[in-house]
């Protein structure tokens, strides 16, 4: 694919956005009796016509409005078939299956980083890939890293991310250069089928694809030495991480006294805030974010003339999006991001759901090439409000309230109210503590830390992946200090210490 051929593909597709969405609710809602969107659009009481007149008249993201207002929507738990949909009087008992696209082709099954909650699997259709091979040619062109030597840190399957940097990258007719995982290759297993099958059919396609190299997240050593001979070559290295993983490689060259001066950071899997970027520029180098969504695809492209650090373009032909209605968690209040996907190829079928974020959307004009190209949404200060995200890896609040409601009284004593999970940053670097008031006495705090990560990783593979990851970057400390309160003296499983976006 070239790059002139993906910007035309794009302007192209965002010129029938209101058609392609018309046709996926057609084809994946109105013609699927089992599909719960189905369900809740007759429950509204709405026809296919009435939903077309509204696309027509009052415009995509207007209408996605009225029909939430009617309740059609799904809220991040049913997404995730964790809670039935209740709507008046009816009432759904759903999985997470239940929302996989009926339109899109089933050619590997991987996992999400948990981005919407517990890990989950997905089946992935390779023209989403091809599809995200087009965003990553718009990034190459707006920030002019295309030509760089490419890295990546990103777990190996069951993980999403560093599979789809290397086809997406492989699609544009490049290879990478290494492949760094914070999580081993398991000895057998469907994930480790699906990597060395990858790894052969790149090498027999004649891109050169290498073996993931096991890189804990604690000692980003080798990654920053390999960084430091790319800038001596004189052509800095372009590296794919998370915000998280990019400020420990800033802090270990500091430490190193590496020179790794004009490195590019592709960051994704967490917010990207300024205390992290500091850290990147305090190093010399510079990075840009985009803003994923896995179960429906890639939301957001980097904008190369920010309002913020994080501040993104809109894929406004992949996905609309709605703010709606004010959403209380974490100690927050801030109104809720709702997407609904465009595209026969995303893994998902949404039409309205909560994904757990919230931030500053807004019409915008910039000289950025994706504004040329028709991107004009622009979205930052992207922040979770029932989420732990920090490494790439995330957990749901609702999987924490089991956790502070049974698991940790049962186990060492005290009330539900005297635990409490706190996700801050320091020194750039996102952390995790557990509050336990002192009220519950004396604890093996290493036992506590113990049990919270095996309870994370009961869940199956993903979310065991996920915890091997936070056990092996430290994420998880233990406070022994009382857990905070709201304005209206609640104590919450889940405490976000950041400002709501304003």
């Known amino acids: 694919m070239s790059h002139e051929a993906a910007r035309l593909d794009v302007r192209r597709r965002l010129e029938q956005r209101d058609d392609s969405f018309l046709d996926v609710f057609e084809r994946g809602v109105v013609a699927v009796p089992e599909s719960p969107y189905r369900r809740l659009v007759e429950h509204a009481g709405v026809e296919p016509h009435d939903v077309r007149a509204l696309v027509r008249g009052e415009g995509l993201e207007r209408a996605l409005e009225r029909l939430h207002d009617a309740g059609v929507y799904v809220t991040l738990d049913e997404f995730n078939g964790r ?3 209740r709507r008046g009087s009816l009432e759904l008992h759903v999985e997470a299956s239940d929302f996989d696209n009926p339109l899109g082709r089933k050619h590997y099954r991987t996992q999400t980083g948990g981005s919407s909650g517990t890990a989950r699997s997905v089946l ?16 190459d062109d707006a920030f002019d890293v295309g030509e760089r030597p490419f890295a990546i840190w990103f777990p190996v399957p069951p993980g999403v991310a560093g599979t789809k940097a290397v086809l997406v990258r492989a699609k544009l007719g490049s290879a990478y250069d290494r492949w760094f995982t914070p999580t081993r290759l398991r000895a057998s297993g469907r994930s480790t089928a699906l990597t060395m099958t990858t790894m052969l059919v790149g090498r027999t396609a004649g891109f050169g694809f290498r073996l993931p190299e096991y890189l804990p997240p604690d000692d980003p050593r080798p ?5 430091a001979a790319a800038r001596r070559r004189g052509t800095p ?10 400020v420990r490689i800033g802090l270990a060259a500091r430490e190193l006294g590496a020179d790794i001066a004009g490195t590019v950071f592709w960051f994704g899997g967490e917010p990207y805030t300024a205390g992290k970027a500091e850290v990147v520029a305090a190093a010399g180098c510079r990075a840009f974010s985009n803003y994923y969504f896995t179960e429906i695809g890639q939301l957001g492209l980097a904008c190369a003339e920010p309002d913020a650090v994080d501040d993104v373009h809109l894929a406004t032909d992949t996905v609309a999006a709605i703010e709606r209605p004010p959403k209380v968690a974490s100690g927050l209040v801030a109104d809720a991001l709702h997407y609904t996907s465009l595209l026969p190829v995303s893994p998902k079928l949404a039409l309205n759901v909560e994904s757990g974020d919230y931030g500053v959307l807004r019409e915008r004009r910039c000289n950025c090439a994706l504004d040329e190209v028709g991107y004009r949404r622009h979205l930052h200060t992207i922040r979770s409000y029932e989420k732990l995200v920090t490494e790439g890896m995330n957990f749901l609040g609702s999987d924490l309230t089991t956790l502070v409601e049974d698991v940790l009284p049962a186990r060492f004593g005290g009330s539900a109210t005297q635990y409490q999970f706190v996700e801050d940053e320091r020194e750039g670097v996102t952390r995790v503590s557990l509050s336990i008031s002192p009220g ?6 290493q036992e506590v830390a113990r049990t919270v990560l095996a309870a994370l990783a009961a869940e199956g593979p993903p979310s065991s992946m996920m915890a091997e990851v936070w056990r092996a970057a430290g994420t998880l400390e233990i406070a022994r200090v009382e857990p905070a309160g709201t304005a209206a003296s609640k104590v919450l499983p889940l405490h976000v210490l950041r400002s709501p976006a304003a």
Request: hydrophobic letters at 45%.
């Open 83 to 85: 809670r039935p949909i």
């Open 124 to 139: 992935v259709d390779l023209g989403m890939t091809e599809h995200e091979a087009r965003y990553l040619a718009l990034v």
């Open 223 to 227: 990654l920053v030495e390999w960084l």
């Open 237 to 246: 290295a372009l590296i794919c991480c998370t915000p998280s993983s990019g």
């Open 440 to 445: 519950v006495g004396p604890v093996d705090e």
